[in-house]
């Protein structure tokens, strides 16, 4: 699978902290995790604010309608990413996909161990976005 250049992000006392999606991924074939089902209402981050968390980054209609095409293209063979504690790391348009089609489960892999982020302290925007 050929991924573009993204990042999870969280905020901490440390500083942003940013994993790199596609090291997520390739740490995950690497310790072998197995997909299984998980239920849509133990994703907390789908009952809170995700997309739309930086300064003047507003849910306008035409940003709305920019995740809507990436939900409807979004392909739901493909599992999730959960932290050891069961946060999401990737896959919020799959997830959401899968709600708005009225199931009530997501194929997701779990780490045992949260990884250690790729990057802490940089803004969003000066993270490397070029492949």
């Given at each position: 699978?050929?991924?573009?250049?993204?990042?999870?992000?969280?905020?901490?006392?440390?500083?942003?902290?940013?994993?790199?999606?596609?090291?997520?991924?390739?740490?995950?074939?690497?310790?072998?995790?197995?997909?299984?089902?998980?239920?849509?209402?133990?994703?907390?981050?789908?009952?809170?604010?995700?997309?739309?968390?930086?300064?003047?980054?507003?849910?306008?209609?035409?940003?709305?309608?920019?995740?809507?095409?990436?939900?409807?293209?979004?392909?739901?063979?493909?599992?999730?990413?959960?932290?050891?504690?069961?946060?999401?790391?990737?896959?919020?348009?799959?997830?959401?996909?899968?709600?708005?089609?009225?199931?009530?489960?997501?194929?997701?892999?779990?780490?045992?161990?949260?990884?250690?982020?790729?990057?802490?302290?940089?803004?969003?925007?000066?993270?490397p976005y070029a492949d």
């Open positions: 699978m050929n991924i573009r250049p993204q990042y999870h992000l969280r905020p901490s006392p440390r500083g942003l902290l940013a994993w790199d999606v596609r090291q997520l991924i390739a740490l995950a074939a690497a310790q072998g995790l197995q997909p299984h089902w998980v239920r849509l209402d133990e994703i907390a981050e789908l009952d809170q604010r995700y997309w739309f968390g930086e300064p003047g980054d507003e849910p306008t209609p035409r940003a709305i309608a920019e995740h809507l095409k990436l939900v409807q293209a979004a392909d739901t063979d493909y599992p999730i990413l959960l932290d050891a504690q069961g946060r999401l790391m990737d896959g919020m348009h799959r997830a959401v996909k899968r709600l708005s089609q009225g199931h009530d489960e997501v194929w997701a892999l779990r780490f045992a161990t949260t990884p250690e982020p790729d990057f802490v302290g940089i803004a969003a925007d000066a993270l």
